[in-house]
């Protein structure tokens, strides 16, 4: 299984990111997806999640409002939109996979590699 996270890049206080992470060697149809977080110093925390057939979503509260989260099951990718960046919000992004809506928000099975994100103020 490989996740392969992109779209990182520094951006101004205020801006946006669209963050993706493609999947492959997993029936990624079956999966519910997520996405973490962990800044310099920081313990990995979650931000969002979305289940396997994309209905039903879950937000971080410090992040609710902000991020979006989708999945695009035809390229086998899913996507977080994050807008109104803050510079709290600078960390290495990580996507996640798991076949449990429940666990891919604590534990999940499968992890990519991160993307960072800097915000600049």
């Known amino acids: 299984v490989q996740l392969q996270a992109s779209g990182g890049g520094l951006v101004q206080a205020g801006g946006s990111l669209r963050l993706s992470c493609a999947a492959s060697?997993?029936?990624?149809?079956?999966?519910?997806m997520s996405w973490f977080r962990q800044a310099p110093g920081k313990e990995r925390e979650y931000v969002a999640a979305?289940?396997?057939?994309?209905?039903?979503?879950n937000y971080a509260d410090s992040v609710k409002g902000r991020f979006t989260i989708s999945r695009d099951d035809a390229q086998n990718t899913v996507h977080l939109q994050v807008n109104r960046l803050k510079p709290e919000d600078t960390a290495v992004y990580y996507c996640?996979?798991?076949?449990?809506?429940?666990?891919?928000?604590?534990?999940?099975?499968?992890w990519g590699q991160g993307t960072l994100v800097t915000v600049s103020s």
């Open positions: 996640a996979a798991d076949l449990s809506v429940v666990a891919v928000r604590s534990s999940p099975r499968y």
């Open positions: 060697g997993l029936a990624f149809g079956r999966y519910a």
């Open positions: 979305i289940s396997w057939n994309g209905v039903t979503t």
